[in-house]
């Protein structure tokens, strides 16, 4: 079992950086492969990005490449999602999640077995 939790949502405006953390707990991040995804309210949940156990191997979605950067921090137990060039259509909420297994290069969120609450990015015009 592994226990996720996000942070660093909030109210940005249009062009603003932000960066998401997600703190595991129960077990090492570095047995899993992370994923980000986001979902909006009434939507499926979209693939965001993801890195592999080591770190060596990531990949973000079509809307947000260029954009937005994976990494990870074994040590601290922590992955890292850095957005920037943030506009409306980011807002979300967005939820870290984790499984052991490879995932393919467009993972969908049904490849993934644990996920936190999420947290709230708001993007203003």
């Known amino acids: 079992q592994v226990q996720l939790v996000e942070s660093g949502g909030g109210l940005v405006q249009a062009g603003d950086s932000l960066r998401l953390s997600c703190r595991a707990s129960?077990?090492?991040?570095?047995?899993?492969?992370m994923g980000w995804f986001r979902q909006a309210p009434g939507q499926d949940r979209e693939f965001v990005a993801f890195?592999?156990?080591?770190?060596?191997?990531?990949n973000n979605g079509d809307s947000v490449k260029g954009r937005f950067t994976v990494s990870r921090d074994n040590a601290k137990n922590t992955v890292y999602l850095q957005m920037s060039s943030l506009n409306p259509e980011d807002t979300d909420v967005y939820y870290c999640?984790?499984?052991?297994?490879?995932?393919?290069?467009?993972?969908?969120?049904?490849?993934?077995?644990?996920w936190g609450q999420g947290t709230q990015v708001t993007v203003s015009p």
């Open positions: 999640e984790a499984t052991t297994s490879e995932v393919g290069w467009q993972p969908s969120t049904n490849d993934f077995n644990y």
């Open positions: 129960g077990r090492s991040i570095s047995s899993f492969v």
């Open positions: 890195i592999n156990k080591s770190g060596g191997t990531i």
